[in-house]
C-alpha cells in the first residue's frame, strides 16, 4: 500500500552533518533514506526545514536547508519535488511509479518577516508552512510558551500570504490561542503534520478533541505521529498506541481526516516497531488487522492525496 508521511527531520540532520548521505543504508545516521522509503513503498515524504536553536534563525539558514534538498535528495533517481495536483498524482496515485518530496517549514522564525525570502522558497518548492515551532517568534507563539498568546499582525498576514501563493497552513506545534486565531482567519482547509489526541496522552503538542473537531469540520487533515511520548505517557510506546489515537480520532468523525506524520529524524527515541519508514508496512498489517481496508487505505495515503490535490494549484 502506498504511502504518505507528513514530516520527517532528514534536511536539519543533513545540514548539520555533511558526512549524511541520502544513499546511503538505513541505519547509517539518517532515518529516511532512498532506501528507507522504496522499502516502506513510501510514495510521497513531507521534508521539513527546520533551524534547531544555537543556530542563526536567518533566511540564509532556511534556503540552505532548501538547497540541500534539491542537491542531495531530488538529484536521486525516481525522487519528485511536489508542488502540484499533477505532482501528488504522480506520486500517490494508482499508477504512481516516482517518490515525492514536499518541502515544509517548521516555525517562521527564519523568514524573519521577509516576504522576498517566502516567496523564494516557494519558488524552491515550499508548500506547507507551521508559523512557529515550540517557542514564541515574529509570528506567533509555540505551544511551550508560556504566555500562550496568538498571532501577531504579522503571522497573520503572513497566513493570509500563504493561502495566495498557495502554501498550506499546518498548525502543530502553535500554541492552543495560536490554533484557534489561525482556524477564524484560514479561509482554506489547514493541517497538523504531526500530532496526536491529547485525550489519548496528554501531552501539549497533542490535540484536544475540540481542535481536532475544528479540524475535521475544516476539512483539514491530522499527521498522527510516532514520538513515543507523543504516544503514551505511562510506557514504552507501541503501534497498539498509534491505532489507540487512530481509534480516538474516527470516534470525533475524523476518520476520513486521518494521516500519518512519523517525525523521523526529528526523534532519538522510537516506537517500538516503527524505526523507520520500512516499518510503515508493519503498521499497515496492524490496522488491515482491525479495520476495513478502504479506511486503511485512506489513512496510509488517500487522505493525504484528497487534501494535498484539493488544496495545492
Ligand atoms: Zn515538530
Avoid at 531530488?74 to 498524482?89: C, I
Avoid at 507551521?130 to 497573520?156: F, H, Q, S, V, Y
Avoid at 497533542?206 to 491530522?222: E, M
Wanted: with cysteine; hydrophobic share 45%; aromatic share 6%.
Amino acid at each position: 500500500m502506498r504511502i504518505a508521511d507528513l514530516h520527517c527531520d532528514a534536511l536539519s540532520k543533513l545540514d548539520r552533518d555533511p558526512k549524511l548521505t541520502w544513499d546511503g543504508p538505513s541505519g547509517s545516521g539518517l532515518d529516511v533514506t532512498a532506501e528507507g522509503l522504496a522499502n516502506g513503498n513510501v510514495g510521497l515524504q513531507a521534508f521539513a526545514i527546520w533551524v534547531p536553536a544555537g543556530t542563526a534563525k536567518t533566511p540564509e539558514s532556511a534556503l540552505r536547508q532548501a538547497e540541500l534538498l534539491h542537491e542531495k535528495i531530488l538529484s536521486a533517481p525516481g525522487m519528485r519535488l511536489v508542488k502540484s495536483r499533477a505532482d501528488v498524482d504522480a506520486v500517490l496515485g494508482p499508477d504512481a511509479a516516482e517518490r515525492g518530496a514536499l518541502l515544509t517549514l517548521e516555525g517562521a522564525d527564519a523568514l524573519r518577516g521577509e516576504r522576498w525570502a517566502l516567496r523564494l522558497l516557494h519558488r524552491l518548492g515550499l508548500r506547507m508552512l507551521g508559523l512557529t515551532w515550540n517557542e514564541a517568534n515574529w509570528a506567533c507563539d509555540g505551544i511551550m510558551e508560556p504566555r500562550g498568546a496568538g498571532l501577531t499582525k504579522e503571522g497573520r498576514s503572513l497566513v493570509a500570504e500563504c493561502e495566495a501563493l498557495g502554501i498550506l497552513i499546518d498548525v502543530s506545534h502553535i500554541s492552543e490561542k495560536g490554533f484557534w486565531e489561525t482556524a477564524e482567519l484560514a479561509r482554506k482547509p489547514f493541517l497538523a503534520s504531526h500530532a496526536n489526541a491529547r485525550a489519548q496522552c496528554p501531552h501539549p503538542r497533542n490535540l484536544t478533541d475540540d481542535q481536532i473537531r475544528a479540524l475535521v469540520s475544516a476539512n483539514g487533515l491530522i499527521g498522527i505521529t510516532f514520538v513515543p511520548f507523543f504516544l503514551q505517557a505511562l510506557r514504552p510506546a507501541g503501534i497498539d498506541d498509534v491505532l489507540r489515537h487512530v481509534d480516538h480520532i474516527c470516534a470525533l468523525g475524523g476518520a476520513n481526516h486521518i494521516a500519518f506524520g512519523s517525525d523521523f529524524d526529528g526523534i532519538d527515541t522510537y516506537t517500538l516497531g516503527l524505526a523507520g519508514p520500512g516499518d510503515y508496512s508493519a503498521l499497515t498489517d496492524a490496522l488491515l488487522a482491525r479495520h476495513a481496508e478502504p479506511l486503511v487505505r485512506g489513512w496510509m495515503s488517500g487522505n493525504a492525496r484528497r487534501f494535498l490535490t484539493e488544496n495545492l494549484k
